[in-house]
């Protein structure tokens, strides 16, 4: 039993936590090495708070923590953490309040990315888009619960293959992260610079971040 297990199934909450049980594996996999380096988070969708206490715990109280949430009630648990909380509202499907949390938060960046927000494909796509380059060199960006692609009311779709469902917009990131192989075609190589893997889970894209500048060379041959 990892420490977030430990957390969901033995320790009293405060406040209501949803998750999938299979996640915690995968947050512990890509979120351990931060534990005692203090990593600043970005979670949008906090709903009822548990995940804020959730986080605290996982990382000892030494982290901090922007919690982004639609509901206007939410922003009253911002008293109730020990000043590492910061809890902000908006619409993560607007792309004028990205811009407006990107300006008045400009030189923040993030060791960890969640969106565990509201799952439409609009939402994951465009914070997707606005937020990765605020990923820390080092960070994790994890969109969750994107079995909604599969999903007609949250505008999915499994048999349409719709190009524009988040399981189907990521895909693309196969494509972008062998970009140097790719003959004939421009495509841009910034995300092979910056990213070191994907990971592909049951309901969760996790990308981990990497600056590698370097043109990969011809492969060494060993006798």
Same mark, same amino acid.
């Given at each position: ?28 996999? =890509? ?6 380096? /203090?990593?600043?988070? &970005?979670?949008?969708? +906090?709903?009822? $708070? *548990? ?67 509201? =799952? ?6 465009? /914070?997707?888009?606005? &937020?990765?380059?605020? +990923?820390?060199? $080092? *960070? ?84």
């Amino acid at each position: 039993m990892n420490k977030l297990e430990e957390f969901f199934y033995n320790v009293p909450k405060k406040h209501t936590i949803h998750k999938w049980k299979h996640y915690f594996e995968i947050y512990d996999k =890509h979120f351990k090495k931060f534990i005692g380096k /203090s990593p600043v988070i &970005l979670e949008i969708g +906090v709903s009822k $708070g *548990g995940s804020l206490d959730m986080w605290n715990y996982y990382f000892d109280n030494n982290c901090t923590i922007y919690g982004l949430d639609v509901e206007p009630g939410c922003k009253s648990l911002e008293s109730e953490y020990p000043g590492n909380v910061h809890i902000v509202i908006g619409d993560q499907g607007n792309p004028q309040f990205w811009d407006t949390f990107l300006m008045n938060n400009n030189n923040t960046m993030f060791d960890i990315i969640i969106d565990d927000g509201g =799952h439409y494909m609009n939402q994951q796509i465009l /914070s997707y888009e606005k &937020l990765y380059s605020r +990923v820390k060199n $080092g *960070g994790v960006y994890l969109c969750e619960d994107t079995h909604t692609s599969y999903w007609s009311s949250y505008g999915g779709g499994y048999l349409k293959k719709d190009p524009m469902t988040f399981i189907e917009y990521s895909k693309n990131f196969i494509d972008y992260i062998n970009a140097y192989h790719v003959r004939g075609h421009s495509m841009s190589l910034d995300f092979r610079k910056n990213t070191y893997c994907i990971s592909f889970y049951d309901s969760v894209v996790v990308l981990d971040k990497k600056y590698d500048g370097e043109v990969p060379s011809a492969p060494v041959i060993l006798a």
